[in-house]
């Protein structure tokens, strides 16, 4: 294997750009792999936990033989009319304050539990916030290689443990793994930080001598790492690699991950972001720029989108990973299909680092831009998972231009999952994309948290209250923003 790397990234607080790329010869890649390589097998050594589980119906047991090398014309042949391929969903994994696994992570969501607490992970009784959607309880056995677990920083664990429950929830077990063409399975999973904490400790180490720093600190604190590993782990050798656009950074991967089905190039995508800033710089940086609620007193009230005495966002950190596939690909291995993926759209405020533009027009354009791409009409949408942060200038500026878009329809309904898990980041969309297809499955919308005051320019007849409320979900909007303007809209509907 030869490797190129870049300089490592800055430790800014909200920006980490990375740039490493892999090349892996046919002859590596054709050796014979058992995922989750139980016992020592396996390229990371983690355990075989799909070969207990398979869903609905048959594998398909038709393996798809690819050269990797092809002549042009089997390249030209290979091509389809793209109009045709449909994505849907058949796999989620979280790694959240609320759970672990979709079911128990959406629950809680259900009963309005919030996962914001003080944090324990090191002592900040000296910083003005003092509270976070913390992790207080993960382990990576049976999922990641315990040498390499130790070496790896948090986001590469959650997003990890995370992509590899997403495939156990689609079905995919070890036979139908082996059988998958892996020259189409790609992975695509981003992070808005990256690996903060192995930097900061390399720099740590530097200070008594670059002999004391982790041999892994520039690859390890890269954002596309942990998707490279987790192509390595499964042997996927389409689409690799990952995206950084903040705190938009998840729903840019999962519309990036469905556009290379799209065109034909993959099969499988894993997608989504993953985030672990709650560490003394991460925790540090945010509040120098005075972005996070100082609400240390009572955490569980500190996160609450459009009410007046919101002060702030409150951090979190975990993983979000979609299994995207292509329909016919699904069909013919019998798996699940939770929803369907029906397009989205990108665009930028060009306007402040940081604040949103007055006027909404960026998030507005992305709406519109959206629907466009996934050829519904505003009347379609009648769930919204908005970005919602629980600050002062964004969370009225989202609202506002959501009205923009769909005007007064008493049809629509909208919440802001972040109310319970604070603010995921880079996996705040990933996050955020699973309780929408929960929303699709099971019929219930969550309630929003602590909207004790709501502003008085939001009109609270569209929010969802402290309750669940049963919902045929149409189509539900899932919206995310990022610092630098970024702004990104996904869909997902039933799937008929």
């Known amino acids: 294997m030869s490797t190129a790397a870049a300089v490592a990234p800055p430790l800014c607080t909200w920006i980490v750009a990375a740039c490493l790329s892999a090349t892996c010869s046919a002859d590596e890649k054709e050796k014979k792999r058992s995922y989750g390589g139980g016992g020592g097998g396996g390229l990371f050594g983690t355990r075989r936990h799909l070969a207990a589980r398979r869903r609905g119906g048959a594998r398909s047991g038709m393996p798809i033989a690819v050269s990797l090398h092809p002549e042009r014309g089997a390249v030209e042949s290979k091509k389809s009319d793209t109009k045709q391929r449909r994505v849907v969903v058949t796999g989620m994994g979280v790694v959240t304050p609320l759970g672990h696994e979709p079911d128990e992570f959406y629950n809680n969501l259900l009963q309005g539990v919030s996962g914001i607490s003080e944090i324990e992970a090191f002592d900040c009784s000296s910083y003005p916030t003092r509270i976070a959607g913390e992790i207080k309880s993960f382990s990576t056995d049976g999922w990641v290689a315990p040498k390499l677990a130790k070496r790896m920083d948090k986001f590469m664990q959650y997003l990890i443990v995370a992509g590899k429950k997403a495939l156990e929830n689609g079905g995919i077990t070890e036979d139908i793994m082996n059988d998958l063409d892996k020259s189409r399975c790609g992975v695509l999973i981003g992070s808005a930080m990256g690996g903060m904490k192995v930097f900061s400790d390399a720099i740590e180490a530097l200070r008594v001598s670059y002999r004391k720093m982790n041999p892994f600190c520039v690859p390890f604190a890269t954002t596309n790492m942990g998707s490279a590993i ?174 923009r878009c769909f005007g007064q329809n008493p049809q629509l309904r ?51 209250g402290s309750q669940k409320e049963r919902c045929d979900v149409k189509v539900v909007l899932s919206n995310s923003f990022g610092f630098g303007g970024h702004n990104s809209s996904i869909l997902f509907a039933p799937f008929k």
Request: glycine share 10%; proline share 4%; with cysteine.
């Open 414 to 464: 909208v919440n802001s999952t972040k109310s319970m898990t604070g603010h995921l980041l880079g996996a705040a969309g990933g996050i955020e994309a699973v309780a929408a297809i929960q929303a699709i499955r099971t019929g219930w919308i969550h309630p929003n948290i602590n909207l004790d005051n709501p502003e008085k320019n939001v009109d609270v007849s569209l929010l969802v």
């Open 230 to 403: 987790l192509a390595m782990d499964l042997g996927w050798m389409g689409p690799n690699y990952s995206i950084s656009t903040a705190c938009a950074t998840s729903n840019f991967c999962i519309l990036n991950a469905a556009n290379h089905i799209i065109r034909g190039e993959s099969e499988l995508m894993l997608c989504g972001g993953s985030d672990a800033p709650i560490i003394p710089i991460g925790l540090g940086g945010f509040v120098a720029c005075r972005a996070l609620s100082q609400r240390n007193s009572d955490p569980t009230k500190a996160s609450r989108p459009w009410d007046m005495d919101r002060d702030g966002f409150v951090m979190g950190e975990g993983a979000g990973v979609l299994l995207l596939e292509e329909l016919e690909h699904a069909k013919q291995r019998g798996a699940e299909i939770y929803a369907e993926f029906l397009g989205g759209s990108f665009t930028c405020d060009a306007y402040h680092m940081t604040e949103p533009h007055p006027e909404g027009k960026g998030v507005i354009l992305c709406v519109e831009n959206a629907l466009a791409d996934a050829g519904v009409t505003k009347e379609d949408i009648n769930y919204v998972n908005a970005h919602a942060t629980s600050t002062q200038m964004g969370d009225l500026k989202e609202f506002e231009a959501l009205v």
